[in-house]
């Protein structure tokens, strides 16, 4: 897969980065960068992006922080997102993922 990129100024949410789930093993590298200040989290959901009805988990290691930060997730998921909590600043998140399809 290719690099994807979600940028979000202010709070709020990022769109939805949608995660192949054909993949074996599941591997999803990702990283935040942030520009001026800000809080954010970045969450994840089992359900499809795609509805608008969708239920997002926090990332146990990448919540309320302030700075970059990157991170993976080895288990199955469909969704990907960063939230902006607070701050006027700007957050890009990148995510790649890899395996067989």
Do not use: H, R
Not at 7 to 16: L, Q, R, Y
Not at 43 to 65: E, H, L, M, R, V
Request: hydrophobic residues 35%.
């Amino acid at each position: 897969m290719k690099v994807q990129t979600v940028t979000k100024t202010g709070a709020g949410s990022t769109e939805a980065i949608v995660i192949n789930t054909n993949t074996n093993p599941v591997n999803i590298g990702f990283a935040v960068i942030v520009s001026g200040t800000v809080n954010y989290s970045v969450q994840f959901t089992y359900d499809d992006p795609a509805t608008g009805f969708t239920t997002w988990f926090d990332d146990a290691t990448i919540t309320s922080k302030t700075g970059n930060e990157d991170g993976y997730i080895n288990f199955p998921i469909t969704g990907l997102k960063t939230l902006v909590n607070s701050g006027s600043g700007t957050v890009t998140m990148k995510v790649v993922q890899a395996g067989i399809a």
